[in-house]
């Protein structure tokens, strides 16, 4: 198993609050990503990283920040949480810009 | 932008039995993926095609990069309880853009005992 650790595993929160996601590597990859997956859409990618300090938006960006200060770790952060953004999100990894990438097992967020 | 078309969204087969599906897009990709997702879990890279026309197994798996780059199909051979799950196509843009798969929507596979 590819050495991702997504935490929290499942988060409850209240609209408008601010929510943070960490997911974790132990693999020294320098590609990292974080999608969202709903019903009916399957997976989306929100941000990705290509490096340390170096991060690009994906297709669902609006309503979300990303961080990576340190090779192993991809921040994802909602700043005012909506309940649209109740959803499953994937941490996912790639050595290079050509290997397959490999995922987390997911944090299941709920916003009420 | 480019869309994975898998179809149909659920299939029902009885343990023993071969099973097809496909991904088809009207895009060419450089990279065909397939991924299984266990319920409560992430994808699992299953395959991973390279280059048209190439045909890889993994046990009783076998995937194939179709020759027009605009497809790829996925057969598992004799079906077993544990193939239940979600099977995902994935595909990369010809510029080597792998941070930005595209992903089908998944199939949701039952295997009745």
């Known amino acids: 198993d590819a050495g991702i650790t997504q935490s929290p595993r499942h988060k409850v929160t209240e609209t408008g609050t601010p929510v943070t996601l960490r997911c974790h590597q132990t693999e020294n990859h320098r590609y990292m990503y974080w999608y969202r997956q709903d019903p009916g859409h399957g997976l989306r990618l929100i941000h990705y990283s290509y490096g340390v300090k170096d991060t690009d938006k994906g297709e669902v960006s609006d309503g979300y920040s990303v961080s990576r200060s340190k090779t192993e770790d991809f921040l994802l952060t909602l700043e005012s949480a909506t309940s649209s953004q109740t959803s499953v999100y994937f941490c996912a990894i790639s050595a290079t810009v050509d290997q397959p990438q490999h995922f987390g097992d997911g944090t299941r967020l709920s916003i009420l | 932008g480019q869309q994975l078309n898998q179809s149909p969204q659920s299939m029902f087969i009885q343990e023993g039995e071969d099973v097809s599906m496909n991904c088809t897009s009207s895009s060419i990709f450089n990279t065909w993926l397939w991924y299984k997702q266990d319920p409560g879990e992430g994808p699992v890279l299953l395959i991973a095609?390279?280059?048209?026309?190439e045909l890889t197994s993994n046990g009783r798996l076998t995937a194939q990069f179709g020759i027009t780059r605009k497809d790829s199909f996925l057969n598992i051979s004799a079906s077993i309880p544990s193939d239940v799950g979600i099977y995902f196509c994935a595909g990369a843009l010809p510029t080597g853009a792998n941070s930005k798969l595209t992903f089908g929507k998944g199939i949701t596979l039952s295997v009745r005992p």
């Open positions: 095609l390279y280059k048209a026309g």
